[in-house]
């Protein structure tokens, strides 16, 4: 069974940077575009970023200019660099992968908490 493995979750203060990982247990060039969505709790999950096959990034306003999507085909590994951080970007963030038939995988979450 395919798997999304997140990593890189964690406690950092307001202003700090944290880079997600996620990897997966098979080629990502199997996938249309891989995400990043959040949930922060009473809220909805909400997307983040995508990246498609060829490295194409689009991003929610509320990041741009913040955070950066990338991948390592190689590796079979998307990542999420995130920095100068908010406390509203406190959420489980997780990753999600997208078939080119539309189907999705997602991985179980890593937890983010910006706090001083």
């Known amino acids: 069974q395919v798997q999304l493995v997140e990593s890189g979750g964690g406690l950092v203060q307001p202003g700090g940077s944290l880079r997600l990982s996620c990897a997966a247990s098979?080629?990502?060039?199997?996938?249309?575009?891989m995400r990043w969505h959040r949930q922060a709790p009473g809220k909805e999950r909400e997307l983040v970023a995508s990246i498609t096959t060829g490295g194409v990034p689009t991003y929610a306003d509320f990041v741009k200019g913040r955070f950066a999507i990338s991948r390592d085909n190689a590796k079979n590994t998307v990542y999420l660099q995130m920095n100068n951080l908010k406390p509203e970007d406190t959420a489980n963030y997780y990753c999600n992968a997208l078939y080119y038939n539309n189907r999705e995988l997602w991985g179980q979450g890593t937890q983010v908490t910006v706090s001083s």
């Open positions: 098979e080629s990502i060039l199997s996938f249309s575009r």
